[in-house]
């Protein structure tokens, strides 16, 4: 996907390259577990995201954050967040991309993970639609 390039996100303030992850992270959870096909897709989305500039402690740093405001908020506080931090529908497609490579990275999309793309794309005001075309484009790469 083109959004998805690093080149894309170059400009983006470091709240918005938190958002993107934090949802990148919604998303692999979404099922309750992180199996290692997501966690290791998670993790090159997340590195290559942001140029590799958050990597390591600190790319658990924002996992441990994230995970800590999922227990605490739930995840539709957790997805109005992100949106409030991603005011640009660009941003927020992006958003939507990165969380459905991420429920896809094991090969099976479970009806939790459906769930969750769907409520991300509504969350981040992003017809289903587009959301729908935005999966069926994945699943042809």
């Known amino acids: 996907m083109r959004n998805t390039d690093p080149a894309f996100v170059r400009d983006l ?7 993107l ?6 998303a692999a959870a979404a099922d309750g577990e992180l199996a ?5 897709r998670f993790n090159e989305s997340a590195e290559r995201l942001t140029s590799r500039v958050i990597v390591g402690p600190e790319l ?19 997805l109005a967040a992100v949106k409030a931090r991603l005011p640009d529908i660009d941003a927020r497609k992006l958003a939507l ?3 459905i490579q991420i429920t896809a ?5 479970r009806t939790s993970e459906r769930e969750l ?25």
Do not use: C, F, H
């Open 13 to 19: 303030s470091d709240e918005k390259v938190e958002a």
């Open 21 to 26: 992850v934090e949802i990148m992270y919604l």
């Open 36 to 40: 290692p096909a997501e966690r290791a």
């Open 60 to 78: 658990d740093k924002l996992l441990a954050r994230a995970k800590a405001d999922l227990d605490q908020a739930g995840r539709a506080a957790r």
């Open 97 to 99: 991309a990165l969380a």
């Open 105 to 109: 990275a094991d090969g099976i999309i």
């Open 117 to 141: 793309i769907l409520e991300t794309a509504a969350a981040l005001d992003i017809d289903g639609d587009t959301a729908a075309n935005m999966v069926r484009d994945l699943s042809k790469t």
